[in-house]
């Protein structure tokens, strides 16, 4: 189901190797663009780097290991892309995780970094970027979570950085209107990287990945009764950043399978 056409267009994910970044760095080569991909393990890089140059050209990809935290490290990323690809038509910038704690578990040093990761893995990709990201005309879609509309005692940390980040957003989709495009996608539960390792250190080890699922999905009260697939989460990011939504802006997606309260 390839609905967008991204034939002649470059698209930058961060945390490309895994999970929904991944999904999303293959339906954008399936859409036709070229796809510039970073991650921080090399070796994981390394492979999921082979794979897509097999099944789409190693003209078409371009990855690179490095944490989007490291300004000097994405810069230099930025700079590759250009020299490659010539121009940069999106920007993804999924690469992250969640932190699971209360209040009374999260230490200063837990605030600090989680703040770091939330804001500057958006910042130092746009301040990279932006000349190429305007000069195309281009846009931005951050991966975010519903957390930062409904947040969870369990993940307070995590919860106020993303509502930081929503706040962030909206200011860019003004200040970089009407120039590029600034969306995010509020994801819910989707079966990807931070659910299989839960899965794995579940205390029940007898309990199978589907009924583990299943368990959660109904605990959680998801109407459509079970976690998304990462390719869903694709789904919305290509469209927020297919010319399809070239009147949107400062709006974001939700992808939570109805987990939302609000209206
Ligand atoms: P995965 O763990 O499957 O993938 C995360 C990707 O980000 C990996 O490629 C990882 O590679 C990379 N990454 C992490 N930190 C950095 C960094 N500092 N610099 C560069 N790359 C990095 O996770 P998901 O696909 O589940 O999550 C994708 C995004 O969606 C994340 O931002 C996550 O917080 C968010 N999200 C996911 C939810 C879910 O239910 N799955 C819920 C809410 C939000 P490496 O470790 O090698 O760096």
Known sequence: MNRYDYNGQVAVVTGGSSGIGLETVKLLLDCGAKVALCARNANRLESVHSVLCRDYGEERVLSRAFSVLDADAT?????????????????????GQGRQSTFADTSDEDWRAEYELKIFSQVHPIRAFMPMLRAANGAIVAVNSLLAYQPEPHMV????????????????????APDVRVNSILIGLVSSGQWTRRFAERQDQSISREEWYRALALRKGIPL???????????????LGSRGASYITGAQIEVSGGLSRHI
């Open 75 to 95: 810069r230099g990323f930025a700079v590759e892309v250009e020299k490659r690809f010539e121009r940069c038509d999106l920007l993804v910038n999924n690469a």
């Open 157 to 176: 940390c995590t919860s106020s950085a993303r509502a930081g980040v929503q706040n962030l957003l909206k200011s860019l989709s003004t200040e970089f």
């Open 225 to 239: 009764g079970r976690l998304g697939d990462p390719q869903e989460a694709a789904h919305a990011i290509a469209f």
